[in-house]
């Protein structure tokens, strides 16, 4: 990992602690650096001290940490150890800090084939085969440093276009037909007509409106240069996997108003977003039943539950600053939550989270 990306990584992360306060995950106390994270262009802030307390000095009304979300990255090269839940991989990518990384196998990676996307095992995985691997953004400070799989790839035949794994930031339709995706690993891809798009392990059939902000997919492009990796420009995509959708929606978020999946919501006066103290507090309510949760109020002890179905999804006080997830888990809050006007908000990162929603910049 370079300098540059070492510095990045910082800022980022300090940027959005300075804006969210401790939360459940900054709590742990296991100490982790990205493997190499790839930078996007965008110009983070610097921070200089005031009152003793470092603040960027291009800051803006609020921060949402969730937007800095660092997108897993990609490593590649053979892998001379194969163990039942590791594997050990000879890192080739000429930004690695390290020679060689252990990559985690846990429930949830998907072990592929790179040609046709379909599953494999691991024990189908032959040593000193060439992988590319999909890992988490933070690794151990160990040697070699260790890293949670998310995706790996493998069965690559030479001299292949290897598929790009990655999560639609946005999805941009033009007046001409043409639609353009925008995903969090630096690259967009094109969806013709003469585009395949392929559900992962269903027969259903899909269409581009079943991509959208949040969508996993693997993407075969034209767009690679010799070496299997993605080009810098849009490239027109071969065929596209969709993976199930994971989350319970996407939103879109600012002081100048709100959306669900797309649809702008009609807010009153009292329930138009605000900042306070760098958070982007948002309506409780509006959002929840946006996302088609029904709100419970008790008025004799100010509990507020959030209800899909049958099942309690969290619960809080208003003006509390605890929440209780559905399996019984209490944590902090990011920030207390406000009643104002009758209207209860919570910040932007708390209802995210809380809500299992993606965030759309």
């Not at 160990?142 to 999805?171: K, M, N, Q, R």
């Not at 709100?258 to 009153?268: D, K, P, R, Y």
């Amino acid at each position: 990992m370079n300098t540059t990306i070492k510095k990045a990584f910082v800022t980022i992360t300090a940027v959005s602690c300075l804006a969210c306060g401790a939360s459940l995950a900054a709590a742990q106390p296991l100490e982790i650096v990205p493997i190499s994270a790839p930078i996007n262009g965008e110009i983070i802030p610097i921070s200089a001290p005031i009152n003793g307390e470092i603040v960027p000095i291009s800051a803006s009304d609020y921060v949402i940490a969730h937007q800095n979300k660092l997108a897993p990255v990609r490593v590649y090269g053979q892998a001379p150890s194969i163990e039942e839940k590791r594997i050990t991989l000879e890192n080739n990518n000429e930004n690695a800090e390290f020679p060689s990384i252990v990559l985690n196998i846990g429930e949830n990676t998907r072990i592929l084939n790179a040609v046709d996307g379909l599953p494999m095992k691991l024990e189908d995985i032959r040593e000193n085969e060439t992988l590319y691997a999909y890992a988490g953004p933070a690794m151990t400070k160990s040697l070699p440093p260790i890293a949670g799989a998310e995706l790996i790839l493998a069965g690559i035949p030479a001299d292949f276009a290897v598929p790009t794994y990655a999560e639609i930031e946005s999805v941009e339709k033009g007046e001409d037909g043409s639609v353009v995706l925008k995903t969090n690993q630096d690259v967009d891809f094109t969806i013709t007509t003469d585009t395949t798009l392929i559900p992962f392990l269903t027969k259903n059939i899909i269409t581009v409106d079943h991509l959208r902000p949040g969508s996993k997919v693997l993407v075969w492009s034209q767009a690679v240069t010799e070496d299997g990796k993605q080009a810098a420009d849009a490239g027109t995509a071969n065929k596209v996997v969709a993976f199930p959708y994971e989350y319970a929606g996407y939103v879109e978020a600012g002081l100048e108003g709100l959306s669900v999946n797309g649809e702008a919501l009609e807010l009153t006066e009292d329930e138009a977003p605000y900042a306070a103290d760098g958070h982007l507090m948002l309506p409780l309510r509006k959002l929840a039943e946006a996302l088609g949760y029904e709100i419970k109020w008790n008025a004799e002890t100010s509990g507020i539950e959030v209800v899909n179905g049958n099942n309690v999804l969290y619960s809080l006080t208003a003006r509390g600053s605890e929440v209780t997830t559905g399996d019984g888990e209490t944590r902090e809050l990011f920030a207390t939550s406000v009643v104002k006007d009758g209207v209860t908000f919570l910040t932007a990162d708390d209802l995210i989270a809380l809500n299992g929603v993606k965030i759309v910049k």
